[in-house]
């Protein structure tokens, strides 16, 4: 199937007042709605993120949040509710039209904010604000007013943030010294409580532990000595009735009595029970005997004899080494223990310590930290970490920004073309006549022989065709429109007609500019 440019050509120039009519009334409504609407002036203030001004390999700020998150939290902040009423409030925004609800002027208020920020270079970047009102002087107070905004939240949310780290580490450098001293006041009380079994005493309590079971050993030995002798010295003074003394001790009648007790022992043995000498010495011996007692009475009188002199040293040893060896054993009860103590202490003294050493290790680093959030806050409180500034304020805008007439001209003349397409496509549905052999084929479902060419005949009285009442209704739609045009953007009629002005009457509200 070929397409018939000619045909279609020929339909388009047939219809051509048609189109005309339609894309020339469009683009007269479009360009006298562009007109009609006011104008909009928009003030830019630029603001400049700039990098922070001390390197942060000398002193780092402790705000750590990016350019990007703290301008969208400041942007979050300028339209909250009570910051947008506020603005408006402030300016007198709405003065002429105080019926509204405050929910249309948040909504109309928030429209015409306008925080742009281009992609950031590193940690540099320009920051675009703008406010469209139909004042340019207004616009530009307003713009001025919320680019101060931005920066009095960036300065007291940095600074915010930085005093936010300062309180913390000095919060948590005062707990951890509390917890120091409170863990090094319970080693220092587990110590005393158990200072007799600490681990570093050991090997100490070890040695004296050796030391005084061989000490026990030897006074047991001098132990079992010394009752060994008492208990000889006992059997033989019950056997005998008297203690070996050494001969300077002895008197002369004890001599004497030693003697004669010797002879008659040797007389017993030679001479027999009978012999005088053996009476004789028998008497001698019991007179001595008589006169020694005698003696040892006098000189005595109320003192201890010599063996109970020996007896009473005895038992003071063995009463002294047995208390010394009360007091030994005992010691060893206690030395061993402790000596079974230790390992339990030594687990909880290490746990103890090894708590005091991870919270002295947090206090150095919280320490640190403190120094380096007191440096960052510093630094924020100085302005000297990043910041943001103004390069441009607003100034009063001398061209409006909205509305683009030209565009809107330009969307109505495409309007009217799609809708003079739109009406060509639908007229040609519409009509059914046969126009071309392609047409004729179609109808009869078979080719024709031949065609006949175009017989003029007599000429029939036209009428009121498609053509001429597009003209007409062109002409009766945007005569007047222009008319008015002309009289509100230009000049009133009468004044260009020749009439007198009336004084009463407002001056045009502006000439049609571009």
């Not at 139909?134 to 001025?144: D, H, L, Y």
């Not at 708590?355 to 947090?362: D, F, G, I, P, S």
């Amino acid at each position: 199937m070929t397409l018939d440019l000619r045909f279609y050509l020929s339909l388009i120039l047939r219809r051509l007042p048609i189109i005309f009519a339609i894309i020339f009334t469009a683009t007269m409504a479009g360009i006298l709605y562009a007109v009609s609407l006011p104008p909009i002036f928009r003030a830019e203030s630029r603001l400049l993120i700039e990098n922070a001004q001390i390197p942060d390999e000398l002193a780092a700020s402790t705000v750590v949040s990016t350019a990007d998150e703290i301008l969208l939290s400041i942007q979050q902040r300028i339209y909250t509710r009570e910051s947008l009423l506020a603005l408006s409030e402030r300016h007198n925004l709405f003065a002429d039209a105080s019926k509204l609800s405050p929910s249309e002027k948040l909504e109309q208020v928030s429209n015409r904010i306008s925080i742009y920020m281009p992609r950031t270079q590193g940690n540099t970047g320009v920051v675009h604000v703008s406010f469209a009102d139909g004042s340019p002087e207004v616009s530009a107070t307003v713009t001025n007013d919320i680019a101060a905004q931005i920066l009095q939240w960036n300065t007291e949310l940095r600074t915010r943030a930085s005093g936010s780290t300062l309180d913390f580490f000095e919060q948590e450098v005062r707990r951890l010294t509390d917890e120091l001293a409170h863990q090094n006041a319970q080693i220092l009380e587990f110590e005393q409580q158990n200072r007799d079994a600490l681990p570093e005493s050991l090997e100490y309590r070890r040695t004296r532990q050796a030391s005084q079971q061989e000490r026990l050993m030897q006074v047991d030995r001098e132990l079992a000595s010394l009752r060994d002798r008492r208990d000889r010295l006992t059997e033989l003074y019950d056997r005998t009735g008297r203690l070996v003394t050494s001969e300077t001790d002895r008197s002369p009648e004890q001599e004497r009595l030693e003697q004669a007790r010797q002879e008659l022992a040797s007389a017993l043995v030679v001479l027999s029970p009978s012999n005088p000498r053996l009476k004789a010495l028998q008497t001698e011996v019991a007179a001595l005997e008589e006169r020694v007692k005698a003696q040892l009475g006098a000189s005595g009188g109320g003192q201890l004899s010599a063996f109970e002199v020996q007896m009473l040293d005895i038992d003071g040893q063995i009463e002294f080494l047995a208390e010394q060896k009360r007091l030994m054993e005992e010691d060893l009860v206690k030395l061993e223990a402790s000596i079974e103590a230790t390992p339990g202490n030594s687990l909880r003294l290490a746990e103890l310590q090894s708590n005091y050493e991870t919270l002295r290790v947090q206090y150095e680093e919280a320490v640190s930290s403190l120094s380096e959030a007191r440096m960052g806050d510093r630094i924020e409180v100085t302005d000297r970490g990043q910041r943001i500034s103004v390069i441009e304020e607003a100034v009063p805008p001398p061209f409006r920004s909205e509305p683009n007439r030209k565009r809107i001209s330009g969307a109505a003349f495409g309007v009217g073309f799609i809708l003079s397409g739109a009406l060509l496509f639908l007229l040609e549905m519409m009509n059914q006549t046969i126009r071309r052999p392609s047409e004729l084929i179609k109808a009869l479902g078979a080719p024709p022989f031949g065609t006949v060419g175009y017989l003029p005949g007599t000429r029939p009285k036209k009428g009121m065709t498609l053509n001429r009442f597009a003209i007409l209704a062109m002409l009766v739609i945007n005569v007047p429109m222009i008319l008015l045009a002309v009289h509100l953007y230009v000049a009133p009629l009468g004044t260009l007609l020749g009439f007198p002005p009336d004084a009463s009457a407002e001056a045009p509200a502006s000439a049609l500019t571009e």
